[in-house]
């Protein structure tokens, strides 16, 4: 199969998303906002713990822009796939010689690459001030970082796509996910690194997708995290390819699904 269509589709993602322009003005106010807020909350914590963790205020800081970079550049495309089998138009796409999961991944990847691009310089520009100028990576992380990145919105688009998908069941994917976004506060440890965590917690996030998601690459920004980056990435690539498998699968789903339909 010629990689052309998925090459169109991630262009046009990335192009929607780049002209997108008060959407990404709102994402960046909002951005920013968390960023002062979580700033203030991270300076207040008492020094002698984040000493025996080996963290400071200005790692958190950096720590939490990752993740909520991520969290901001994989803006709700599970929407896409819930409309798009609530008026029918899924049928039509099934019926091209070009999968419909992958055309929706190359799309979706696009756009979060386009908006992790436009949220560096204001977001991690703001959170370079609000660090007191402290950059947290040497050439080694941040050569990792990016690729991460990468897996990290693949893994976090395939969710969005089966939460999409589950519209074929209840009707609306919107509660569904809810249900994941608020497994990220904890399984992914969208405000906090994992350190803060009990052991069980942590033991349990590691069985699920959810570091790969968020943890890990922003992991990346804490140098006292070395000794965990060979087994987050690891952790990501193995969820990676669990993840294409998933996307066939649902396609698998709702292909079969259509098939009883028009039979």
């Known amino acids: 199969m010629t990689m052309r269509p998925f090459l169109a ?8 998303a780049a002209h997108e322009r008060a ?12 960023q002062i807020s ?6 207040a914590l008492p020094s002698a713990v984040l000493d025996s963790l080996g963290l400071n205020p200005a790692l958190l800081m950096w720590y939490f822009t990752v993740t909520e970079t ?3 550049a994989s803006f709700l495309p599970f929407k896409q796939v819930q409309q798009d089998i609530r008026n029918g138009m899924v049928e039509i796409h099934l019926l091209r010689p070009v999968s ?21 310089v204001p977001c991690w520009g703001a959170a370079w001030l609000l660090a007191d100028g402290m950059w947290p990576w040497d050439g080694q992380s941040l050569a990792l970082v990016f690729p991460s ?32 976004q608020k497994c990220t506060f904890l399984l992914g440890a969208l405000l906090w690194p994992l350190v803060f965590f009990p052991d069980w917690l942590v033991r349990l996030a590691w069985m699920t997708p959810f570091p790969a998601m968020l943890a890990t ?11 965990a980056w060979i087994g987050g990435l690891t952790h990501q690539v193995f969820w990676s390819i669990v993840a294409f498998g998933v996307v066939m699968g649902m396609e698998g789903i709702l292909l079969r699904r259509w098939q009883r339909q028009a039979g």
């Open 23 to 34: 959407s990404l003005i709102g994402q960046i106010l909002i951005m920013l906002t968390l």
């Open 70 to 72: 991520m969290m901001i």
């Open 9 to 16: 589709a991630a262009r046009l993602g990335a192009s929607r």
């Open 217 to 227: 690459p922003a992991h990346m920004a804490l140098p006292g995290m070395k000794h």
């Open 100 to 120: 419909y999961g992958g055309l929706f991944m190359a799309e979706a990847m696009g756009a979060y690459a386009a908006r992790v691009v436009l949220l560096l």
């Open 38 to 43: 979580f700033g203030a909350i991270y300076r």
């Open 149 to 180: 990145l990468l897996m990290a919105g693949w893994i976090m688009n395939t969710v969005h796509f089966v939460v999409g998908c589950s519209t074929l069941w209840t009707g609306q994917s919107e509660p569904i996910f809810w249900l994941w």
